[in-house]
């Protein structure tokens, strides 16, 4: 039987042995990724790991909540950050010196607000440990009762700050000289653009506590205090502080 020859000049047989052909080549290729987004994460900052296994908190804050805050939203403004400061000077600076020299910048509120949020999670996930909180041991439980006149008044006065900050942003133990006290800052501000030495931070965001609390954020704030701070980490800082 004589075969027709379809529009391309092939043979019916010829063209469907051809797409035969290149449908399997189409199969055994692999996905080519575009080089702009093979190379988003790559920069002069490097998300930090972890000081604990992502289920270590549980139940105060659960594996997937840490599996989303952390594997998405710090891992995000790390991924952000790199971009904006690619082929900048701040490309060779400390990420502390991006925070203070982006703060006071018109047009830098971008670079300002990704290293600031991958400073302060860093922070955030050092100050907790597994089997922590409650009331401080040793010299930044001396501090701290020196400055409220108790642990119970500081985590009255900690508390209020987490609470009374609208919306998102985090409440802070920092140093101001000599003394201790208790501030709250919105969105990704940091309390060193102030002249002020963190010690500690809670994350008040809500993709922080909204998973395993809901709008139950005083629930989060008081379990967090009472189990989770690493109150060795707050003391190394108080004594940065003091040097």
């Not at 509120?109 to 949020?117: D, K, L, P, R, T």
Request: with cysteine; net charge positive; proline share 6%.
């Amino acid at each position: 039987m004589e075969e027709r020859v379809i529009a391309s000049g092939l043979t019916r047989r010829e063209f469907m042995r051809a797409s035969l052909a290149g449908c399997t080549l189409l199969a055994l290729t692999p996905a080519v990724i575009p080089a702009a987004a093979s190379d988003r994460a790559k920069g002069p900052f490097e998300l930090p790991p972890l000081p604990y296994a992502q289920d270590a908190l549980a139940p105060v804050i659960s594996a997937g909540t840490i599996g989303f805050h952390y594997g998405k939203h710090h891992r995000g403004y790390l991924d952000n950050l790199n971009g904006l400061v690619r082929g900048t000077p701040y490309e060779t600076m400390s990420l502390e010196a991006v925070i203070r020299a982006s703060a006071s910048r018109p047009g830098e509120a971008a670079v300002f607000n990704n290293a600031a949020q991958v400073w302060n999670h860093t922070f955030y996930w050092d100050g907790m440990r597994p089997g922590g909180g409650g009331k401080p041991p040793g010299e930044i439980g001396r501090a701290v009762e020196k400055a409220f006149g108790s642990y119970g008044n500081f985590r009255k006065e900690f508390l209020a700050a987490a609470l009374g900050q609208f919306g998102s942003g985090w409440a802070w133990l920092v140093s101001d000289g000599r003394s201790l006290k208790v501030v709250r800052t919105p969105n990704a501000e940091n309390p060193m653009t102030q002249g002020l030495r963190p010690l500690l931070t809670v994350d008040v965001w809500e993709h922080a506590y909204y998973l395993d609390y809901q709008n139950r954020r005083k629930d989060f704030v008081e379990a967090s205090l009472d189990r989770l701070v690493n109150w060795a980490f707050v003391e190394r800082n108080l004594g940065k502080a003091g040097g």
